[in-house]
């Protein structure tokens, strides 16, 4: 009968040893599962950065290109509008000069 009290006591201690063994082996994975998970985080965190970062920089790229080509056609504009203006000074010279001239012939 001791025989058989000491074999369920030691089988009942072996039964433990496991159960505190697949404890800690699930403590383990836990601790490991969380760890990769905060290094995923943080991995995601890092790249949303880096995207910000370069989508600002193509936008800010972008504003500089339009604002460079609006630049160039309010410079053409303006090119254009004086020589226009001079051309319209040049006729109304030349228009000016021809009534002078028609009304000295009178």
Do not use: G, P, W
Not at 15 to 29: C, H, I, N, P, T
């Amino acid at each position: 009968m001791d025989d058989l009290l000491r074999s369920m006591l030691e089988a009942e201690q072996r039964a433990q040893r496991l159960v505190d063994d697949a404890l800690e082996e699930q403590k383990k994975m836990l601790e490991s599962a969380r760890d990769e998970a905060q290094e995923a985080e943080q991995r995601f965190e890092t790249r949303m950065h880096e995207l910000r970062l370069d989508l600002e920089n193509k936008a800010e790229a972008e504003a500089a290109r339009t604002i460079a080509q609006m630049e160039r056609r309010s410079k053409e504009n303006l090119e254009a509008l004086n020589a226009s203006a001079e051309q319209y000074r040049e006729d109304a010279r030349e228009a000016a000069i021809q009534i002078l001239t028609d009304a000295a012939r009178l």
